[in-house]
């Protein structure tokens, strides 16, 4: 018994040592750069061009119909009045009416490309809050060091900070080697079946292969990541796929005096139970385990010994994981039922219940893995089928061992100082999604500094951003070419 006890203690003391090591030893992946003191933006000039853009309702509606022609063509003269050597010394095309593609010719054709994206259309205002913007949707105002407007965030800031930015280089002289391209589509909100899908097959068909494609997707987060006081810039290496689930419950309809034990909505009520009660299963790999070896080591003691140890620690992460919607989002496809539809009178037994599970699917499982779980999951009463416009399967990883990753990487490092950059997993979608077959190197940033509280902005009420972080994004793009645009291939 006590040799039992003797054994026991050591193995113990054994597993212990090797945890505490391997979290002691765990390697920074941060890297340290020279800030960048070279490039002067003028951000309260440049805030007043993005201002003056938000006030055209580039508004995407729900099923891409009644496209706001006046403002997209607005906007258009907007951006060629107010980046006038860019449109000297770039082509700009427009593609499926609304959407520009600019073309900023390198000096060395045996480059690959860089594309820079963006897209031009903004969510709508949900009706009934109005009001409760400090400044309205499309004032387009600036006011206590902020430009407040649909789209500031999401994402006419990129589209007007790209072209600032090339606007800035160009009256320095800057000339790219690479060619580098802008793409800015005009109905990502809705997909981007119109815009982004058009670019991508123009692209395509001329046999453009960048190396490095960058679009929306990533920010800062500050005081957002647990454990971490500095802020953290996370780079999107890959995001979720998507597909929404129609599922149908049917039964005789008629009388409600008389009603069966189960109607229509009962039945179709318990499968959506079903369905929440049972996700699929949780995972932590691909980017988010990847996000794990470069946040842990900044990390005090604790979280550092639990991330650095997933081998074993993963079922109690998974676990702690699981109880917070956005640390749950990274783990697993999860299972969001957003309608349900059935009767018509209060005393009638509707024949038909429908509702729609929207499910956004992790790196490893698929829209048919989905739709199997499904079927599984209700049973056979249910009918089941994929709905929508919109249907990805989820993206695949682009490295973070790659040399645009560490472009992207030594860029932050010399612009914002102390801020640690992490590769991520975007449990939303972009319009990257269309150009996946053009470039491995896919990535996701856009260097907004963001605050826990922010995120209701985005898509929401008081939709705003900091002059001075315009400026900061401004300058981020502007190295990212000088560093990027110019080295020989490959990137590094
Ligand atoms: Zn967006």
Known sequence: ???????????????????????????????????????????????????????????????????????????????????????????????????????????NPSLAPILLMSHQDVVPVEPGTEKDWTHPAFSGLIDGGWVWGRGTLDDKVGVLAILEAAETLLARGFQPQRTVYFAFGHDEEVGGHQGAAAVAALLERRGIRPELILDEGGLIAEGMVQGIDKPVALIGTAEKGYVSVELVAEAAGGHSSMPPRHGAIGKLAAAVEELEGHPMPARIDGATKRSFEYLAPEMPFVPRLVLSNLWLFAPVAERQFAADPAANARIRTTTAATVFQAGIKENVLPHRARAVVNFRILQGDSIEAVLRHVRETVGPEIRVSATGVTKTEPSPESPDTAPDFALLQRTVAQLFPGTVVSPNLLSGGTDTKHYLRLSGNVYRFLPIRMHAEDLARLHGTNERIGVENYGEIVRFYAQLLRNGATSPQPLS
């Open 1 to 107: 018994m006590k040799r039992a006890f003797i054994v026991l203690g050591s193995s113990v003391l054994v597993l212990v040592a090797v945890l505490v090591f391997r979290a002691a030893t765990v390697k920074s992946r941060q890297i340290h750069a020279e800030p960048v003191k070279d490039l002067a933006i003028d951000a309260r000039a440049a805030a007043g061009r993005l201002a003056a853009a938000i006030r055209f309702p580039t508004v995407s509606h729900e099923n891409g119909e009644n496209v706001e022609r006046a403002a997209f063509l607005g906007l258009h003269e907007h951006l060629q009045r107010s980046f006038p050597r860019v449109h000297a010394a770039l082509s700009r095309e427009t593609v499926a009416d609304y959407s520009l593609l600019y073309t900023w010719k390198g000096t």
